[in-house]
């Protein structure tokens, strides 16, 4: 055998033996997000809450309560993650947002919500109106070859 022919096969080797940590290592986690997932389910509440503000910040700069940073691990402290500050009743907190629903929260709003915990997990409505994603604005690229395809007569893609 070729010494080509070795090397690769050590390689194949140690990448075939990664996938299968990896996969299992995957299927270990998707478990236990599967039970939080669940115990969130089973521990929501629906409140009435006026949204003040939404961002996705560092987990340290969001002004957490000190017993909920104490519980962090250290990696996950420097995470973006998405935040809404909240006036629930006379309280003002900051909660941590499910990213499905971030979009749909409207800001500035009072909203029925469901939330487990300082978890916000569901939008259920705004006092009467129908909750819809934020339409991003088009850059000026994307107006103007829209214009011109306008001009000529194609049709615009969407």
Request: net charge positive.
């Amino acid at each position: 055998m070729s010494k080509g022919l070795i090397v690769f096969l050590i390689i194949l080797a140690v990448i075939i033996i990664l996938l299968v940590v990896l996969y299992f290592l995957g299927r270990k986690m998707q478990k236990r997000q599967d039970e939080q997932k669940a115990m969130m389910e089973a521990n929501k509440q629906s409140v009435s809450l006026l949204v003040i503000d939404k961002k996705r910040i560092k987990i340290k700069d969001a002004k957490l309560p000190a017993d909920v940073m104490a519980q962090l691990p250290k990696l996950s402290k420097n995470i973006k993650a998405p935040m809404v500050k909240v006036k629930i009743g006379p309280q003002i907190m900051t909660m941590f947002c499910d990213e499905q629903i971030f979009d749909l929260v409207p800001v500035k709003k009072e909203i029925r919500a469901e939330i487990s915990g300082m978890y916000l997990v569901g939008v259920k409505g705004v006092h009467g109106t129908k909750l819809q994603k934020d339409v991003k604005k088009k850059s000026k690229f994307k107006q103007w070859v829209e214009k011109m395809q306008e001009k000529a007569g194609a049709k615009s893609i969407k």
